[in-house]
């Protein structure tokens, strides 16, 4: 059985994080995966997340299943985070479930589609986090690419991707990132947003919105501006939603996938075909990352805690943005990297080449993506000149 398989690549993303573990070069620095990293260079616990675990340790009375949707008070929480009082919840057009990850919710929400449309297609942006159209194809969807990222200028190819748009069929499925593009930082603004609304309604496709960084880009309700756009403005979308990065409980497994329906009785006809869809797949989602979500999101205090917490780390990254376009320019650095600080979240293309990228990792023991996106949660004030000096050096 096993004897005709063929050794396969480390995954793009994941496989960096191993060789850098291995590096024993004590300047290392790993910009590959986006992990949020403090000054020193630590992920730790957020303090609300050890105070609601605490609660738990002290409230938990059974271990018993839940059922394939999770927890009914995570998922009307993180409904509530995501949408604000947004009219689809009022219309009870609404079903969400409890995944595993973001991940998870993207899995699910590509078998729901296939179900939905056998063959469908769903269009991602140009370029896209490395682990779209893996999950996609895997789920057995048709995965094709939009235009979004205009290389040369650093900036949106809006123009190219209202076009790609325009031409999808009203079978198909897009893929937007909510906020904080990953890998790019470039962000829709709200007139684009608009206009991406309004083209879903005239086209008819299915908006499907990765939302993996809220709170990262802007702000809670600023990130999460442009699905609320989408959802006032076509019948049917779904949400993939991510407790990871904003929570800081990425080995947890903790997302959520929101359906959005026609009317109240098409999400009851979706939450049964979604059921089922979790049932075969992994059964039922764990349980430890929605117990701490819903137990801060449910306790005020808790929710100011996190929520001051979140703007740490986003004004932390922010200021690594501007630091290193900074150190740049004083390492003697002509070639203009202005453009990082007018990007969100946590990542952005640095822009060269790959050979600029592996000679980084094997003569500075910095590790970037192949596609030069660095994480910036990663920069610190103690590593950064190191840094700046390295990607001097290989420019
Ligand atoms: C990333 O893009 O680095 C993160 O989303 C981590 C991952 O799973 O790839």
Known sequence: MFSELEPRPADPILGLTVKFKADSNPQKIDLG????????????????????????????TSKTYINSAGSPLFN???????????????????????????????????????????????????????????????????????????????????DGMLAALR?????????????CHNPSGMDLDPQQWQQIAELAAEVGFLPVVDMAYQGFGEGLDEDARGLRLLADTVDEMIICGSCSK?????????????????????????????????????????AHGAAIVETILDSPELT????????????????????????????????????????????????????????????????????SRISLAAIAPNNVDYLAESIARVL
């Open 304 to 371: 100011a805690r996190w929520h001051a917490e979140l703007k740490d780390m986003r004004d932390r990254i922010g200021g690594m943005r501007q630091l290193l376009v900074d150190k740049l320019v004083e390492k003697g650095v002509t070639r203009d990297f202005s453009f990082i600080t007018r990007q969100k979240g946590m990542f952005s293309f640095l822009g060269i080449d790959p050979e600029q990228v592996q000679r980084l990792q094997e003569e500075s023991s910095i590790y970037i993506v192949g596609s």
């Open 246 to 286: 904003n929570f800081g409980l990425y080995r947890e497994r903790i997302g959520a996938c929101s359906i959005i329906g026609k009317s109240a009785e098409a999400a009851d006809i979706i939450y049964s075909v979604l059921l089922p869809t979790v049932r075969v797949n992994y059964s039922m989602p764990p």
């Open 167 to 179: 031409q999808v069929s009203a079978d198909d499925a897009v893929l937007i990132h909510a906020c």
């Open 33 to 60: 995966a986006g992990i949020y990293k403090d000054d020193q260079g630590n992920t730790p616990v957020l303090e609300c997340v050890k105070a609601a675990e605490q609660l738990r340790v002290d409230r938990e």
């Open 76 to 158: 009307e929480k993180i409904t509530d985070l995501m949408l604000g009082e947004h009219r689809v919840i009022a219309d009870n057009r609404i079903r969400t479930i409890s995944t595993p990850g973001g991940t998870g919710a993207l899995r699910i929400a590509g078998e729901f589609i296939r179900t939905c449309k056998p063959g469908a297609t769903i269009w991602v942006s140009n370029p896209t986090w490395a682990n779209h159209q893996g999950v996609f194809a895997a789920a057995g969807l048709t995965v094709k690419t939009y235009p979004y990222y205009d290389y040369d200028n650093k900036c949106l190819d809006f």
